[in-house]
Nanobody
Framework: QVQLVESGGGLVQAGGSLRLSCVAS????????MGWFRQAPGKERDFVAS????????YYVDSVKGRFTISRDNAKNTVYLQMNSLKPEDTAIYYC????????????????????WGQGTQVTVSS
């Protein structure tokens, strides 16, 4: 059984920064692409960023390009999401997830392409 635990969320003013972490256990972390998603109240869960198993390729939704950076440390079984220049519209619960396929390197933006999820961490950006 794979477990993902996110941390690092909180309340921040617009223009501020947060760094989210997601620690994985229960499976070979380094073989799987990882993704970050977010879900605002009353909305669907949306893709934010992904990183392939080797950290060679990353993908971002257009609204966060240039502000967010996804990275991973396979030695620590951890994936990160550095969020800078935060805006009120970034307010949501942020979830990390593991891709279904080992050694996947594509742009996997659908939640259906991920099979394990963390419990989420709340990010609130005040104006």
């Amino acid at each position: 059984q794979v477990q993902l635990v996110e941390s690092g969320g909180g309340l921040v003013q617009a223009g501020g920064s947060l760094r989210l972490s997601c620690v994985a256990s229960g499976r070979t972390f380094s073989s799987y692409a990882m993704g970050w998603f977010r879900q605002a109240p009353g909305k669907e869960r949306d893709f934010v960023a992904s990183i392939n198993w080797s950290a060679y390729t990353t993908y971002y939704v257009d609204s966060v390009k240039g502000r967010f950076t996804i990275s991973r440390d396979n030695a620590k079984n951890t994936v990160y999401l550095q969020m800078n220049s935060l805006k009120p519209e970034d307010t949501a619960i942020y979830y990390c997830a593991t891709n279904r396929r080992e050694y996947a390197s594509g742009r996997y933006v659908s939640p259906d392409e991920y099979n394990y999820w963390g419990q989420g961490t709340q990010v609130t950006v005040s104006s």
